[in-house]
């Protein structure tokens, strides 16, 4: 028998490129977190700075101000550390006394979040139901809310993550503008992303969180609030200590401009930087591009053959779910891209688990990751022996970009 004694010099060299390789060109195609700029990274290593102070409140004013600009809102915005379902409830846990009835729309995961988050903080939740892959239809609300007059807020997920669908939060903003339960809406994966306009929507409460489209590092979350919205907060007691709402509108109208608790200060410098690349790319420039992305994606998947989980006419603009392929498992697809190709897709929740594989197109996707990850995915199919003609799927890419004049 003989030994071959590998020259170890060697062995870590290769382990480091291995190692780079693995942290420097893996391609973050999920929904959240996203792809994070070198500026936003390089913002968070400030040095630490005294919340309290005039240098602060500044960063901490801007940053609101910009997430009301991006909530498309005259009403002020808050930020809360803390990841997006910290916003959920901060919205929740304000607007609910022990025993007011709440209708959550619930067409997915997030849907779901928001009526457990609601029971959690007092409310009876009446279920609007959507089959999961379908949108909400408006006059389903309206119904609901005729037969239900003491209805006092209702939830709905504007882009819902689990299932690549987008609600109609404009059509339903417009339901509610007749009754006077006030319109709550999660935007966490949409905003910045796709076309979200609060105070033309009628929308009182709008959540978001730092790390999908916004891409910024996950632990940030925002909230805009309408006066309608306030006088009702005011009248209620909040279930909540941390996010009690009332609490950081009385210390950002201090001087200087505070939040209530500590923040994360480095992920408040993110946020700002965050948010600047936002304004200097445009609102409208950025939801065209992912736009763009949602489209090329879908055309995508569809020549190599395979089938979209979503309504397409509903289809999210910064995610695409797609249904597993049969005769595959989600292990050997998603696998594979990611140890062969270096490609992250996310996978199904709950009972989507296995049957459906979700790429995420939000946040600073550019057509290099859409062209990157449909061809990695032709080859990853072709390779698990399916009959995949290799470059359709990148060809349908590339018209749909080539046809496009916003590119
Ligand atoms: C990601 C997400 C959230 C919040 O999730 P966190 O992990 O708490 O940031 C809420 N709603 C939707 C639609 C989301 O996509």
Redesign the pocket.
Known sequence: MRYIIPDISKVVLLLTQLGGLKMEETLLMI??PTKVAPRVLKAMSEAIINHRSAEFAEILTETNEMMSEIFQTDNPSYTIT???????EAAAGNILNKGDKILNIVG???GE??MQIAKAHGGVPIELKVEWGTAVNPEDVKNILDENEDIKAVTI??????TGVTNPIEEVGNVLKDYDALYVV?????LGGDDVAVDDYNIDIC?T????CLAAP?GM?AVTVSDDAWNWIDKVESSSYYLDIRKYRKYASNEPSETPFTPSISLMYAMREALDVIMEEGLESRIKRHKLAAEATKNGVKAIGLDLFADEEVSSAT?TAINMPEDVTDKDMRGTMRDKYGIVLAGGQDHLKGNVFRIGHMGNVTYKDIVTTISALEMTLKGLGFDVELGKGVGAVADTYLASKKF
């Open positions: 929904p959240g803390g990841s997006g379902t910290a916003a959920m997915g995961k997030f979040r928001f997920v504007h882009n819902e993550t689990s999660d935007t966490v994966s949409s959540v969180g730092s790390q999908k996950p979350a995610v």
